[in-house]
């Protein structure tokens, strides 16, 4: 495995590669790294020539400081787990690295009402900070396919958007949700729960799955509201339980209005924002 610090070390290893006809698949990441990113890196291994996986904690898309500076930083460990399952490189940008000019730089991507909900309207500007990383990553690395996890939907239905607007061939591969035995979804967050909390996060994805069973015979009101109810937990705050239309993003109000549905959301407990979603039909 190779690891690259500097862009310039790796755009010109890259150059190389690609003229001898070599696929790129490219996995960012925020380390930390657990059994769903090496999901996606492992996806890449199979699918492309040249698989790289980024770690870059992002300071531009943390509305939330000690957030940031709490963000679990595992580099050994994940550089040995990368290792261990056979990834190509490693790509390890300091923050100058990234944003040689500073961080304010606009994107340029037009959105629409997509980036509104959900986690648009509980994290301020952090749709921008991702947008502007992922934009900048793509163009470091040029992959022709970029893996990401459908655990964060709304941001992969964004980089979607964002491949559009771009001059660029690289395609989105959505991968699975990969869950821990009692159903949490893996995070770098998990760690960060105690005893108690961890053992009640595992009620996020039961509801979820509770409310794809009844999404079959209820009104979608009423998955909705049952799902909240199971939601109110003394330990849980609930940003958020949106039952939306998977390719507009935009919540809806009956089951019939979309031919795809998605039930997202996110939980806090104890301070620490859970995401998850489950594809309802
Ligand atoms: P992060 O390090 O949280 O920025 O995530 C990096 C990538 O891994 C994103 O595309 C996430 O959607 C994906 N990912 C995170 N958790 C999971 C999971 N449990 N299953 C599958 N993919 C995941």
């Known amino acids: 495995m190779l690891l690259f610090k500097k862009v310039d070390h790796l755009k010109s290893f890259l150059s190389k590669e690609r003229k001898n006809g070599k696929s790129i698949g490219f996995s960012p990441t925020m380390g930390a790294l657990h059994q769903g990113h090496v999901s996606l890196v492992k996806r890449s291994i199979e699918e492309t020539d040249i698989s790289i996986c980024s770690i870059f904690v992002n300071p531009t898309q943390f509305d939330d400081k000690k ?26 940008p300091d923050v100058e690295e990234i944003y040689p000019n500073g961080q304010d730089a606009p994107h340029g991507f037009d959105f629409g009402a997509m980036a509104n909900h959900m986690e648009g309207a ?19 690395v040029e992959p022709d396919f970029i893996y990401m996890g459908q655990k964060d939907y709304q941001q992969q239905a964004l980089v979607k958007v964002m491949l559009q607007q771009m001059d660029t061939n690289c395609e989105l591969v959505r991968c699975d949700i990969i869950r821990e035995p009692d159903g949490l979804a ?15 996060a595992g009620k996020i994805s039961e509801t979820l799955r509770l409310a794809k069973e009844e999404a079959k015979s209820h009104s979608l009101q009423s998955v909705k509201e049952n799902a909240l109810k199971r939601l109110d937990i003394p330990q849980f705050t609930v940003d958020y339980f949106e039952i939306i239309n998977a390719f507009t993003l935009q919540p809806i109000s009956e089951f019939e209005e979309a031919e795809s549905v998605v039930a997202c959301t996110t939980v806090r407990i104890g ?7 489950m594809i309802l039909k």
Request: glycine content about 8%; aromatic content about 4%.
């Open 122 to 140: 509980h994290r301020d500007g952090h749709f921008d900070g991702m947008a502007q990383v992922v934009k900048r990553l793509l163009e470091i």
């Open 186 to 200: 893996m995070s770098s967050r998990n760690v960060r729960l105690n005893e108690e909390d961890r053992k009640t």
């Open 271 to 277: 301070g620490i924002r859970l995401l998850d979603n």
């Open 67 to 92: 957030d940031l500076q709490k963000y679990p930083r595992t580099t050994g460990e994940d550089i040995d787990l990368l290792e261990s399952i056979g990834t190509d490189i490693v790509f390890l």
